[in-house]
């Protein structure tokens, strides 16, 4: 429902449904999908596929795979990333680009090369850079080969080999990106380029490897595909610095350029803002720096910043702050983000609550997920979708969901989506939302509501299927005599608070939580329990925003 | 040439070429390459093939895979196993069985679940053990669901499905492994199960589910292929203990084995001795415990132990301590080393030096390596061969290599065998070897001058190719006006010491090694340079035997 009531959209968005030419493509609307993880990559082509797909279906006028390597020496093992290596990757992408087009979304790629903060494992190739400076970003500490001429000539033809192979499967847009220190960034930074050749000293000399790239890309694809550059506009100059580099840049690089992907983060140094975690950083935080590109060009600007509310959204357009809304995050959260703010439903949007487990499942676990938006992920293999749900064999039964956190909420507002129309969903709680509640009151976790609050507005939409019982406790015999001919438990786990040694496997005898020196979580956070004679340490950032240091602080 | 200066082998060692029946099959001889990981799985199902084949070329009667889990809930995500979960692995891995045929080996396969110690990132599901007790092997943290009967079933019926896909590819060999922790050996474990139905309490009920698996899986797949079972016989009883449990559950499944696969470590604790490094075990350390198993089996028994040395092997099969000579690394460091022994080419053999670099990349850089073999798993990608060199294109020319440590001395072994006959290797220092001269007469390190034996023995067959200057350091005008069409540079690396900082990428102005507070390893180990004011801790098992520590020490 919009914020009056009604379920038309407000006219203060229609701005954000604009087309929008791009080079020679154009947008079907201002939401885009940009690069980001899934784990997927060229490994998982139906994965993959499916994933962007959601999103396409979903209304995003584009989207994009994750960054895709050019070359061999930009390998990233064993995180899974995309790559166009050879025509075999080719073939594992053009699923992705059929299905995009499926729904009406161009599908870009991020063509990419890592330089030397790569640790190529697996292909076992020296890392390369502008310098011979070692690779703090990875604990290999290798330092790269210095690039000469030749290995700047075979890098350039590697991206423009993989910018035909991406031409030829069908992306509307292909990237020469260079954001969150890859190689065209490491050759523009002046702390990480210390070479005293014509690509390095001046910025026009530093900047001459990407623009040299961009050229050769631009006349080796020709004119059917959009050109884009991501660059973390920030992260150029020394640290906290203005940002004069990374706008002179844009400005000696605007001709061959169709899209500016603005981003934040990186290059040199740990101050990673990109994709900052909700707890320290606000939706739009990323403006303060993106905002000033505009200044330097006319081209379509896209710029991120964990956008979910419409009218933030709409007013950036309107103020041609940046063109486009790009979302990574809220477009896991909500595939259906744009579609739904099309159709003025704006209730029904599952925000995005920047807890950053996406981001950590993509890489560390191989394969994407959601905090608020279970389906992420699940699209091919378990063939879930967001917004439909098929009937359920079981629809006739009684259900009885034992427990009302975010579990609990999830399988009754699924259950009652699936057909079934007897679920009682009982919490022993005088309210519902389980850790929810305690943890969205923590300091900086007040976005976390949000998981609680989808869930409740759902839940009213279903009142006729779901009845909530609270403030009742069910023992194993009243869950038998319940009556129900479904049950689930969704009680949640507790902390072990006996001692257990991971030597052993043994607890201490008669170690528990009652005792002053055995302390849970929720004994310090809820209840102050301390360890005899300490304090809680209230000190840095605390409840505060903690400036320029992102997910890391 | 043998040890007496002829090419015949040894009689005392034609024991360890008697073929052997194991169940419906025959081992043409004794040596049999052991379940190990190589990165490769079945996600490059070429690599792992063409990887396996080259052992089976070599000589090895037997070639396995690395574990390969039955069911979804022991996903390894991000490392990379074999995987028999449903038709797709059973076609990738059926590259691999016709490989290893086409060269007249068995072929096996190390069916493998891994229970409470699984961490299922891609997959999601949860882990299932015996008892709910939390996993302290991995990160994670996580306690396994504890399996109910169904459960039991189900994994039970997943191990029988994949037995049965892999007789149909082709396998010889169908373990019913859990070796290391693996889920079977959970249950055995009076540590880690704390059941009270029948699976649990007496080692009757803990061993039922090793039992049933077994049972199910020998009915399953008829009588057709060899029912193989791998245990850490050490590992069952408490930290330290006799192995009196290990021997009893031989004794009980005796009889639903064709195949004993005996190593050692791990289950609870950290006491991992499989695998171990030379740094701290020698040839056959895992004996101590793998010989108490013929008291109580007569069925041919496995057993590994880092074994080069051919006198050793045969001894062991002549007194049936073993039957086999089971091999992972050494069959790394030389695919060819049954052949050589057959030959009596005992002099060639490229013996494992212990380092475990195999592992480490097989593990964590997703493509197995071996510091002794630089075409250990490269057979696929690259075609390279570590005994037959196709001849080079360049072999007019004449090749100067700058620098004899390991990789220079490869290099013009290397040149000479693919036909380079003016290759000069020129050395600043007095004798050739680089760094692996002091490394291996670091206290422990002496198995690593094999690196250095094995090329030298080899330099000495190629004399006539290879000319060896010692003494001679080379600047850059002496290499250019050398007169050499080819030049290689493999002068190796050094430390820096300049007092680089990973943060702001610059050094500390004038900072070096001649400084007293500045220490490179080599000034430590070499010149014995100590920081002002300080002496070097010499400690527990510095240069002695650590024992039942393995590689963690």
Redesign the interface.
């Known amino acids: 429902m919009s914020p009056n009531g009604s379920r038309t959209r407000s006219p203060r968005h229609d701005v954000l449904f604009e087309p929008l030419a791009i080079g020679p493509k154009t947008l079907r609307n201002r939401f885009y999908q940009v690069p980001h993880c899934t784990?997927f990559g060229t490994?998982k082509p139906l994965s993959q596929a499916h994933f962007r797909a959601m999103k396409a279906e979903g209304g995003w006028a584009a989207v994009c795979t994750e960054y895709a390597p050019v070359s061999a020496d930009s390998d990233s093992?064993?995180?899974?990333s995309a790559r166009l290596w050879d025509d075999d990757d080719a073939r594992n992408l053009a699923v992705m680009c059929e299905a995009a087009h499926r729904y009406g979304a161009l599908a870009g790629v991020e063509l990419h090369h890592e330089g030397m903060i790569a640790n190529p494992?697996?292909s076992?190739w020296p890392a390369v850079g502008p310098s011979q400076?070692?690779n703090?970003a990875y604990p290999s500490g290798a330092?790269p080969k210095e690039m000469d001429v030749d290995d700047i000539r075979r890098v350039q033809r590697d991206w423009a080999s993989a910018a035909v192979r991406a031409r030829d499967i069908g992306f509307d847009i292909i990237y020469v990106q260079s954001a969150h220190s890859a190689l065209l960034a490491q050759f523009l930074s002046p702390?990480?380029n210390r070479r005293t050749d014509g690509y390095g000293g001046s910025l026009e000399n530093r900047a001459r490897m990407w623009l040299e790239t961009l050229e050769l890309v631009r006349h080796t694809v020709g004119i059917d595909c959009v050109i884009a550059a991501r660059i973390a506009v920030d992260a150029l100059g020394p640290w906290g610095a203005p940002i004069d580099d990374g706008l002179r840049f844009v400005e000696l690089a605007d001709d061959l350029v169709d899209l500016w992907d603005i981003t934040v983060g990186a290059t040199?140094?740990?101050d990673r803002l990109d994709s900052a975690a909700s707890r320290f950083f606000g939706e739009g935080y990323e403006l303060e720096w993106t905002r000033q590109v505009r200044a330097v060009t006319d081209k379509p600007i896209i710029g991120v910043g964990r956008f979910t509310n419409p009218d933030t959204m709409a007013e950036l357009v309107r103020r041609r702050d940046l063109d486009i809304i790009g979302a990574a995050r809220p477009s896991i959260a909500d595939p259906f983000l744009p579609k739904k703010i099309e159709e003025g439903r704006y209730g029904e949007i599952r925000e995005c609550i920047g807890c950053n487990i996406c981001y950590s499942?993509a890489e560390?676990?191989?394969?994407i997920?959601c905090t608020q938006n279970a389906t992420a992920g699940e699209e091919y293999r378990r063939g879930w979708h967001p917004e439909r749900f098929s009937r359920a064999r079981t629809t006739g039964k009684g259900v009885l969901v034992v427990g009302a956190g975010s579990a609990g909420l999830e399988c009754a507002i699924v259950l009652a989506k699936r057909g079934h129309d007897r679920v009682h969903l009982v919490e022993k709680d005088a309210e519902v939302g389980g850790c929810v509640q305690w943890i969205s009151r923590l300091p900086g976790l007040g976005e976390w509501r949000k998981v609680l609050d989808w869930r409740l507005q759902q839940l009213d939409r279903l009142r006729s299927n779901i009845e909530v019982i609270t403030g009742r406790t069910l023992e194993a015999a009243d869950v038998l005599s319940y009556g129900a001919e479904l049950v689930v438990l969704a009680t949640g786990s507790r902390w072990?608070a006996d001692g257990?040694n991971?030597?052993?496997?043994e607890a201490i005898p008669g170690a528990d939580a009652s005792q002053n020196f055995v302390l849970t979580p929720e004994q310090i956070m809820l209840e102050n329990k301390r360890p005899p004679g300490t304090r809680l340490w209230r000190g840095h950032g605390f409840g505060t925003a903690c400036t320029r240091s992102g997910s890391r602080c």
């Open positions: 784990g490994e093992m064993p995180y899974v494992r697996e076992r400076i070692a703090v330092a702390t990480l040199a140094g740990f499942r560390y676990g191989g394969h997920g072990a257990f991971g030597l052993t496997f």
